[in-house]
């Protein structure tokens, strides 16, 4: 990992699942913020390849790749850092199939990353951060539940209730919690659908539309703002509407 530059005058955001999809576009909303941006992933080619396209705005950017459920390697990443002001845990994995067909290797891998992951980032980061500092997580409107991904709605539900748990635990601390709730988004997992599938889901959002990583990172931007030191604890769900229970099915 290249060293940390220009951080003096800029707060540092660490951003997990950064070379692509939500968390690239996440990555690119913070620096154009003002944040000195720190990218994490594990898939090491993509996230250099992604690092070095930001860097062509602005020298603000570092990348480590890991595993967010490797302990040792968070750890080491956060001792290397002078501090972390905004952490932002949006790396995950994705599973899609009936509940008859999920398999307790399905839920297992689906908690260890998601829940886990975060747990861990979470807990590294916030041995360093002061007072002000906020973590956003990512998680799901698939945490009210949906139909044929039982594996991961409940390990989004499990990132909901890390997230209120945490706001509550680290509230006496000055340290900020909250977390996205994305709807159906333009990303690797949604084209890894098949077609068929893609607009059946297309075809229950009320806005008949698929959001783009640039809306949720919009949203991530502003749980990250200093501005927003009143709010912890909430939920933000950006999902086109289709939240609001009506009857679309």
Known sequence: ???????????????????????????????????????????????????????????????????????????????????????????????????????????????????????????????????GARIVNVASRAYLAGYAHSAYITSKAGVIGLTRSMAIDLAERGILVNAIAPGLIETDMFRSLTPERQQELIAKQPTRTVGQPEDIANGIAFFASPRTRNVTGQILTLDGGRSMGIAIY
């Open 1 to 131: 990992m290249s060293h940390a530059r220009n951080t003096e005058d800029r707060e540092i955001a660490l951003v997990t699942g950064a070379a692509r999809g939500i968390g690239l576009a996440t990555a690119r909303r913070l620096l154009d913020d003002g944040f000195h941006v720190v990218m994490v992933d594990q898939n090491e080619e993509t996230l250099a390849a992604s690092a070095a396209a930001l860097r062509g705005t602005s020298n603000a950017v570092e990348h480590q790749a890991l595993s967010i459920t490797d302990r040792a390697a968070v750890t080491a990443l956060v001792a290397r850092l002078p501090r972390i002001d905004v952490l932002v845990n949006n790396a995950a994995i994705f599973w899609d199939g009936k509940f008859d067909a999920a398999t307790e290797a399905d839920f297992q891998k689906m908690y260890e990353v998601n829940v886990v992951g975060t747990f861990v980032m979470s807990q590294e980061a916030a041995k360093v951060m002061q007072r």
